[in-house]
């Protein structure tokens, strides 16, 4: 395969990207239907003969799930739907929703990239699994396999877990606190970046499989983890991180200060909580993002985002810092709320002029008061975007712990935890979740076989 050097001094290298099509931010601030658009079969198939056909395949490595985009890249290139389609499928049971929403590790580590615009490799595999059939796009049981799983939670964690392991033989019961699946997916990512159809389209490939959901049970009341552990050969806890971070400063309580989780799922039940016109949101993640771009769809005219660092230490997408930015919305740097002021509801927050210092435990530059210097940010209502952890009140005295990132602690590797027959997941990401799943079904298997060696060979004595 050629190198980039070749490709360039052959004069093959294509630095620019086939244009993705978009909806224009006017327009698309009154809607909430998606708004970028799908390459042509034509354009798809363009945009992947850029592919320089690496020897190594970065874009692969980089990918938590390590997605074999090169291999259904090169597909495309030649035309070949159906085979990417397969080929993307099987490790991806999530594709649909992670050809609009993933973060594209892949295309951050294409080598294209070095001379100009990486292969546009998430928008590819949009295309495929619209111009592909795949063998019906659906998975199917590959054998039988004795043991029945408990998964707890009905995110991208839990359902990859329950999709590998009942593809492979397992019997697999999710149980979900609400009553619908998808964890955050489907209750906070607003539809204008991904439909309810998109989610429906992963979940159909997964009927075959025959998964038990249990919606509206909560571990913890309507059945403990001690009883799942007893009546099931192991148990995966994929939680999500639902618990989102407090904001203590005076005026917290005042109304119209929301919980931007909270805030984002009542919306995406069909709610529209009270905003107002001048609308500030608090965090530089991305749900923060999803939020100031929310409430502009709600009929908000100013939004505004406060973060106490720059755009470089800015966790969320760039992808979706530019979409927000082209919205109109108003990303304000280098300020850390003091306190919330008002009277009936919340008015203005007092902010703290920043600057950076040294880099912290997270490697970003550490956010240092300006002495004396504040502002004062008038509005109508405030969001409050500060992070997210999982729920541990429902484990009491189980010895579950959490990692910095909000997830539960478990081997990053197999997922087990310190608990004998409890296994968990999660991440960062939609992909970092699917990935975390995926190993620990893999482990749970192995775990399986080798209790059932062990078993056999006592009952042959």
């Given at each position: 395969?050629?190198?980039?050097?070749?490709?360039?001094?052959?004069?093959?290298?294509?630095?620019?990207r086939?244009?993705?099509?978009?909806?224009?931010?006017?327009?698309?601030?009154?809607?909430?239907?998606?708004?970028?658009?799908?390459?042509?079969?034509?354009?798809?198939?363009?945009?992947?003969?850029?592919?320089?056909?690496?020897?190594?395949?970065?874009c692969?490595?980089?990918?938590?799930?390590?997605?074999?985009?090169?291999?259904?890249?090169?597909?495309?290139?030649?035309?070949?739907?159906?085979?990417?389609?397969?080929?993307?499928?099987?490790d991806?049971?999530?594709?649909?929703c992670?050809?609009?929403?993933?973060?594209s590790?892949?295309?951050?580590?294409?080598?294209?990239?070095?001379?100009?615009?990486?292969?546009?490799?998430?928008?590819?595999?949009?295309?495929?699994?619209?111009?592909?059939?795949?063998e019906?796009?659906?998975?199917?049981r590959?054998?039988?396999?004795?043991?029945?799983?408990?998964?707890?939670?009905?995110?991208?964690?839990?359902?990859?877990?329950?999709?590998?392991?009942?593809?492979?033989?397992?019997?697999?019961?999710?149980?979900?606190?609400?009553?619908?699946?998808?964890?955050?997916?489907?209750?906070?990512?607003?539809?204008?970046?991904?439909?309810?159809?998109?989610?429906?389209?992963?979940?159909?490939?997964?009927?075959?499989?025959?998964?038990?959901?249990?919606?509206?049970?909560?571990?913890g009341?309507?059945?403990?983890?001690?009883?799942?552990?007893?009546?099931?050969?192991?148990?995966?806890?994929?939680?999500?991180?639902?618990?989102?971070?407090?904001l203590?400063?005076?005026?917290?309580?005042?109304?119209?200060?929301?919980?931007?989780?909270?805030?984002?799922?009542?919306?995406?039940?069909?709610?529209?909580?009270?905003?107002?016109?001048?609308?500030?949101?608090?965090?530089?993640?991305?749900?923060?993002?999803?939020?100031?771009?929310?409430?502009?769809?709600?009929?908000?005219?100013?939004?505004?985002?406060?973060?106490?660092?720059?755009?470089?230490?800015?966790?969320?997408?760039?992808?979706?810092?530019?979409?927000?930015?082209?919205e109109?919305?108003?990303?304000?740097?280098?300020?850390?709320?003091?306190?919330?002021?008002?009277e009936?509801?919340?008015?203005?927050?007092?902010?703290?002029?920043?600057?950076?210092?040294?880099?912290?435990?997270?490697?970003?530059?550490?956010?240092?008061?300006?002495?004396?210097?504040?502002?004062?940010?008038?509005?109508?209502?405030?969001?409050?975007?500060?992070?997210?952890?999982?729920?541990?009140?429902?484990?009491?005295?189980?010895?579950?712990?959490?990692?910095?990132?909000?997830?539960?602690?478990?081997?990053?590797?197999?997922?087990?935890?310190?608990?004998?027959?409890?296994?968990?997941?999660?991440?960062?990401?939609?992909?970092?979740?699917?990935?975390?799943?995926?190993k620990?079904?893999?482990d749970?298997?192995?775990?399986?076989?080798?209790?059932?060696?062990?078993?056999?060979?006592?009952?042959?004595?």
């Amino acid at each position: 395969m050629s190198s980039v050097a070749d490709q360039m001094a052959r004069g093959r290298l294509n630095p620019e990207r086939v244009p993705i099509s978009y909806v224009d931010p006017a327009k698309r601030i009154s809607s909430w239907e998606e708004y970028y658009q799908l390459y042509t079969k034509e354009e798809a198939i363009a945009e992947a003969q850029r592919c320089v056909r690496c020897a190594k395949p970065w874009c692969t490595l980089a990918c938590p799930i390590l997605q074999d985009a090169r291999g259904y890249v090169i597909q495309i290139s030649e035309g070949d739907f159906e085979g990417a389609v397969d080929t993307i499928l099987k490790d991806n049971m999530l594709a649909s929703c992670l050809g609009k929403v993933c973060y594209s590790y892949c295309e951050d580590a294409c080598v294209v990239g070095k001379k100009g615009e990486p292969v546009a490799i998430r928008h590819l595999k949009w295309a495929a699994l619209a111009y592909g059939d795949g063998e019906a796009q659906s998975y199917r049981r590959q054998e039988k396999r004795e043991g029945s799983i408990a998964v707890i939670g009905a995110g991208p964690a839990g359902l990859a877990a329950a999709q590998h392991l009942a593809e492979h033989g397992c019997r697999v019961t999710v149980f979900e606190a609400s009553h619908k699946l998808g964890g955050l997916v489907t209750q906070t990512i607003p539809t204008y970046r991904l439909s309810a159809e998109t989610f429906e389209e992963d979940m159909k490939r997964m009927e075959p499989l025959g998964i038990e959901y249990r919606l509206g049970v909560n571990v913890g009341t309507d059945v403990t983890l001690e009883e799942l552990r007893d009546g099931y050969s192991a148990v995966f806890v994929g939680i999500g991180t639902h618990k989102a971070g407090v904001l203590n400063l005076p005026g917290k309580d005042l109304p119209r200060v929301y919980i931007a989780l909270d805030f984002l799922k009542r919306v995406m039940d069909g709610e529209r909580p009270e905003v107002g016109k001048r609308v500030a949101t608090i965090g530089g993640g991305d749900v923060a993002i999803d939020c100031s771009r929310t409430v502009l769809r709600m009929g908000c005219e100013e939004s505004i985002v406060l973060y106490r660092r720059t755009r470089e230490e800015m966790p969320a997408a760039n992808e979706e810092i530019e979409d927000a930015l082209s919205e109109g919305v108003d990303i304000r740097f280098l300020v850390s709320p003091l306190e919330l002021q008002g009277e009936d509801c919340v008015e203005a927050v007092v902010c703290q002029q920043m600057e950076l210092g040294e880099p912290d435990s997270s490697g970003r530059r550490r956010p240092v008061p300006i002495e004396g210097e504040t502002t004062v940010v008038p509005v109508d209502a405030l969001i409050v975007a500060i992070g997210q952890k999982a729920d541990l009140e429902t484990f009491p005295g189980l010895g579950l712990e959490l990692a910095r990132d909000g997830s539960l602690v478990a081997d990053p590797e197999t997922g087990r935890t310190k608990i004998e027959g409890i296994w968990a997941g999660g991440g960062p990401s939609i992909v970092h979740a699917h990935a975390a799943g995926t190993k620990a079904a893999k482990d749970i298997i192995g775990y399986l076989e080798a209790k059932q060696k062990v078993t056999t060979k006592v009952s042959r004595r």
